[in-house]
């Protein structure tokens, strides 16, 4: 049984083909992502496996039901880029990894915060150099300070451990209260609560329709002067434009962000020779208390290993008219 992935990287064959042992299935890669440019070579195929900018929409999902498609297997989380309305439709399952090293995400955050607050991407730099000077590289405790918490699920709960082991008060919103959390010294508030109280304030939820544009400038004009954004979380929760106003208003102290809105066109490829028409990313990466990175939150050998074992059972599970294990089919 033949499965084809898309968006598929040298590290997503050798994880793959690594775990894909006694399973009957084989394994087809793409470079490029799914859209509709591609959708027409999907040949005997009994599923495809995609990642976080495969665009599966009703249209491509469509034709790959045409083609006897039935099962669409995302390796990662989110699933804001399937139509899934359409996949229940046309009868296919669709599969994710609803957890794999939490940790993982959680700890590229802090590594985010840390690296825009204390400035160590512009120290290594300048002591290869033999510059031994301090100036410009003050930050500030992290120790007392208030980070702000949107969802605490997985990733939330994993990134507030983190911080209340820095000492810091979380003040963090979420539909649902986390028992553990609340006890460890977390506390829940409305969400313009959270915006007004955090000095830190870090993005953990999904993206969907109601929260879309999330971080506006209506949001940031509630948030302290000097707050520390971070989003390793969907593009699409932050309205790029309007947070490179309050940047240059300096109402926004730092931002760090993993994920982007216009983020197809431009990650986990090498552009270094290319000219980018994307003018707002690129004013975005020219403020100096900007930090990006390329969606790379995920990018553990931890993570890697789960998402492929746990992606592999489940398309071998409900190839075989089976239920996967771990909640990872998304019931509509
Ligand atoms: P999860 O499902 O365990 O937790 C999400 C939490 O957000 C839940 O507690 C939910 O109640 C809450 N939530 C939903 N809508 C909300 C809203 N409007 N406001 C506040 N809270 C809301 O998901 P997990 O595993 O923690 O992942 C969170 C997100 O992180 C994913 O949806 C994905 O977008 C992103 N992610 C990013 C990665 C990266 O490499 N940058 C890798 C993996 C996930």
């Known amino acids: 049984m033949k499965i084809i992935f898309f968006s598929a990287k040298p590290y997503d064959k050798q994880f793959f083909d690594r775990y894909n042992t006694n399973t009957g299935l084989t394994f087809e890669y793409f470079e490029t992502h799914l859209g509709p440019h591609i959708v027409n070579v999907v040949e005997n195929a009994i599923g ?49 990894v609803p957890a794999y090293s939490p940790e993982a995400v959680a700890e590229h955050t802090v590594a985010m915060l840390l690296t825009l607050n204390r400035k160590t991407h512009k120290a290594y730099n300048r002591v290869r150099e033999q510059n031994f000077s301090l100036n410009g590289l003050l930050g500030f405790n992290v120790h007392n300070k208030t980070v702000g918490v949107i969802g605490t699920g997985k990733i939330g709960k994993a990134f507030c451990k983190i911080m209340l ?21 977390v506390t829940y508030l409305p969400k313009e609560a959270v915006f007004k109280q955090a000095d830190i304030l870090s993005l953990h939820c999904p993206l969907t329709h109601e929260n879309h544009y999330l971080i506006n400038k209506d949001t940031m004009g509630m948030m302290k002067k000097g707050v520390v954004i971070l989003n390793t979380s969907r593009g699409g929760l932050i309205c790029t434009t309007d947070i490179i106003e309050a940047l240059k208003e300096r109402h926004v102290g730092q931002l760090g962000i993993d994920v982007y809105e216009q983020e197809e066109k431009l990650f986990f490829r090498d552009l270094s020779e290319n000219i980018i028409e994307d003018d707002t990313i690129q004013r975005l990466m020219s403020f100096p208390n900007v930090l990006v990175t390329a969606h790379q939150a995920f990018f553990t050998e931890e ?27 998304i019931l509509l």
Do not use: W
Not at 165 to 185: S, T
């Open 165 to 185: 082991g820095f000492g810091c008060h979380i003040v963090a919103f979420d539909m649902f209260h986390d028992e553990e959390l609340k006890a460890a010294g």
């Open 48 to 96: 495809v496996c995609v990642f976080v900018n495969d665009k599966l929409t009703a249209d491509v999902i469509k034709v790959l039901a045409s083609k006897g498609v039935k099962i669409i297997a995302l390796r990662c989380a989110g699933f804001n880029n399937v139509d899934l309305e359409a996949a229940k439709q046309y009868g296919m399952r669709v599969c994710r």
């Open 303 to 329: 993570a890697l290993s789960q998402i492929s074992q746990v992606t592999i059972n489940s398309i071998k599970m409900l190839s075989a008219g089976a239920e996967p294990f771990n909640n990872a089919v």
